[in-house]
């Protein structure tokens, strides 16, 4: 409960314009001295991230796809993708950890240092895709700190964000060649089991030119399907990459129709029991052998990449200290508080009966 004496020093400070205007004039000293003491300081560094060779395929395939409007949406997204990295859970924990900020501010635990951490740095995507961080704090020195514990916080994150991408990659097309290897082993077995069981030529000599023309265009584009299927797990449909497939895929297509009629139904497939089986592992086999040397050109491209997977950094501005004057922003805040206070109710308070006096009692009549 608030003290009678204490209202009724409230209502007539309120009501008195001469109380009011020493009040005003109080507070808003108190806040000018804020603003000024203790004197903040404003530690800075600018950072360009720039992508690995995934990232700049990336790019690439979204001038090959989409033209300017995709390009720009690929670029803002990598770009967002940065200002997420940069202020993400990751990259406060490290910068904590490389500090000892735990022990520094003395902080019950780890969640509790990383909030005060944020209340002190800023990270902001500036024009370019350039990380702008700052860090506001009473010690220059421990400022310039900050910042450079977020810079290298930010790369560490970013490269291994690289080598893990590759590392997926990697594993995947690793364990699609395995399959495709042993596929292979056991078409190529069955082929040649099947071929010594039944006396027969070499396929070439026993199906004639024209179905091995065929089998092989189907083995072809089955694989090209493959290789579009795989590609699409790592690239977007308008990347140079896969249009460059789907086209490839469209024109073995054509060439199988072209096939089929320049062989007038000649050798058709379905001949006897023991040439359509023969055919069938034949088709497989080719089948096998074309997915293999699919998986090992990934293999091969994704092995090349690990060389370059890191995205490096580039400082543009070396952390340091803004030699420009800042001021606290509690106090600014608290001034500004004060102003419009006083200018609203010093207008105002004609209008409101504010700047009244208090009306006397009139003297009662004694009969």
Known sequence: ??????????????????????????VAVVAVLLCLFPRPHLARVKLLPQG???????????????????????????????????RSHDVQQDVVQRLDLVDLWNSPDQAAAERKLGKKVDIELLTGGVLEVTARDTDPVFAQRLVEGFSAAIQTRL????????????????????????ALEVAERDLNAF?????????????????????TLDAQIRGKEVEIET??????????????LVSELAALRRQRAEADQASNGENALALSSQTAEYVRLYREQKFAETIMLVYRRFFEEVSVEALSAETTVQVIERPHIDPDRQFNLSGIAL??????????TEIYAPMTGLARRPRRPEPQDPR
């Open 1 to 26: 409960m608030i003290p009678a004496s204490w209202k009724a020093g409230a209502v007539r400070t309120a009501q008195s314009p001469t109380r009011r205007r020493v009040l005003y004039a109080a």
């Open 52 to 86: 690995s060779n995934s990232g700049a395929g990336a790019l690439i395939s979204a001038l090959g796809g989409g033209g300017v409007q995709n390009f720009a949406a690929v670029l803002g997204a990598q770009k967002t993708n940065y200002l997420v990295i940069g």
């Open 159 to 182: 490269a291994g964000l690289g080598q893990e991408q590759v590392r997926t990659k990697r594993e995947i097309v690793t364990a699609r060649l395995e399959e495709a290897n042993t």
């Open 195 to 215: 071929r010594m069981q039944n006396n027969l030529p070499s396929p070439e000599a026993e199906l004639g030119a024209a179905v091995n023309t065929r089998l």
């Open 231 to 244: 590609a699409r797990r790592f690239q977007t449909d308008n990347s140079m990459r896969v249009r460059t």
């Open 335 to 344: 001034l500004l508080l004060v102003l419009l206070a006083a200018a609203f």
